[in-house]
């Protein structure tokens, strides 16, 4: 009597129908202390890597610094996504201990893929393989030049965008918050603000240490000085008067959007580049990192675009290239957002007066045809609608898509799949494949946009992709890469992935 089939979910929620019952893996404990020797063997070498040369690691995109012994073995776990196995601690730790020893500069290191391609070739010295692997980064400097960041605006979005740089800061210096600007809204204000930085409904508590300076009016975070700069304008501020210069403003107020008001940043003194946090209009680039980041150049004045096109670029982008696309529309599902009523109001934009927490409401979205400004080709080609439902953060994007060439479901998702793991665009790119998720798992997704494999739907040359993405964090995210960009201090990852076009 054959065996019967026996369904494993993994950590990763990856639904494998093809184990048997003779096949299911276990783990016996002597096995499981093994791995916990070898994680904390790693434990100081990371930190030690990371001290002495400013270089992080990471596991097939997982970053390693300030983990636990069995969050890193978690981390080896997740390979399971894209090598289909466990990555074995043991064929890290050597790479590690190589590593510390070697003179590197700045620069991001992927340890999961360097034992993956070191696995594949015929080399047998690994030191050897690691300086051919490491070889832009031997004999750099390990320090990057700092450059001052200013948030204009303290709400959703730069509160996550200042836990962000802050991370990023300790982790690789570079980016450095220098100062906060807000109206102020009483006596009480820098307390409050302190306080919804420290303590977030959706993103849970700030990871580290927040004291109030009330008589400098400076929020102190993790050791990091804020200034909060009390303005109605950026025209009364003068910036270098609290030691701020040559800064990079990230405006997430919305409420310019057009080059003539942001250009009123730059009147102030101390302000060289200024970048909205919202789709920029007129002639402004709208930057989705990944995407067109070769645009910034010299201008003064950017746009991050917004969180949902920043969600669907990147995936129409490799979808156009692969298979061509003739038209498509673009239906959003969009968490319920600051500007909508919490119970039945006046507002001046059609149907979000209404409860946000009560109703499913139809608007409208500039996404699609904001997608044209950063990838032209798709100029006239998307249409788009967007539903703000009841749920406070994590929203999806159905992508229905008419290409020129017939398609085959599982050759798109494996082509996504492999996008989102070995292609320049996997900071962008996500993928999951499970019959479990819900948009609370990808809550704090770091990624642009999430594709769900188990949704794909494709018949002759009709493609519907679904895409998740955290419209708040997965964004914030995406405009620090842009601000790194700027700076000229994004570290480099390595090795060096493939153009999504060179995917197979």
Known sequence: MPPKTTYVIDFNDRLRSDVTENQVDTTPRDDWNHKIELAQEMLPLISRLHREHNAVTSIHGRLLIGLTDIEIIKAHRYARRIVEKELPLDETLPILRELVEM????????????????????????????????????????????????????????????????AREATYGGVRLRAVVVRKKGDEDIVKRASLLRRDSVHGAFNGTITVDRENDLIWANGTPIQMIYADSPSEIDYTQYGIDNAIVVDNTGAWRDRDGLSRHLESKGVDRVLLTAPGKGDIPNIVYGINQDMIGDDK??????????????????????????????????SYTNDQNLADNFHKGPRRGRAAGLNMVLTETGAAKAVSKALPEFAGKLTGNAIRVPTPDVSMAVINLELEQQVDKDEVNNFLRRVSTDSELRQQIDYIHSPEVVSTDLLGSTHAGVVDGLATIASGNHLVLYVWYDNEYGYSNQVVRVVEDIAGVRPKIYPARKAPAEIQ
Not at 301 to 315: D, E, H, K, Q, Y
């Open 301 to 334: 004045i950017l746009s991050a675009a917004s969180c949902t096109t920043n969600g669907i670029t990147p995936v129409l982008k490799v979808i156009n290239d692969r298979y061509g696309v003739v038209h498509g529309h673009v239906e959003t599902v969009h």
């Open 103 to 166: 003179d590197l500069g700045t620069a991001s290191i992927d340890l999961g893929h360097l034992a993956h391609l070191y696995k594949e070739s015929d080399q047998q010295d690994l030191r050897a393989f690691l300086e051919e692997q490491l070889a832009e980064v031997v004999g750099t400097s390990s320090e990057l030049e700092g450059r001052d960041v200013v948030l204009y605006g303290f709400g959703r979005i730069g509160r996550l965008l200042a836990r962000i740089l802050i």
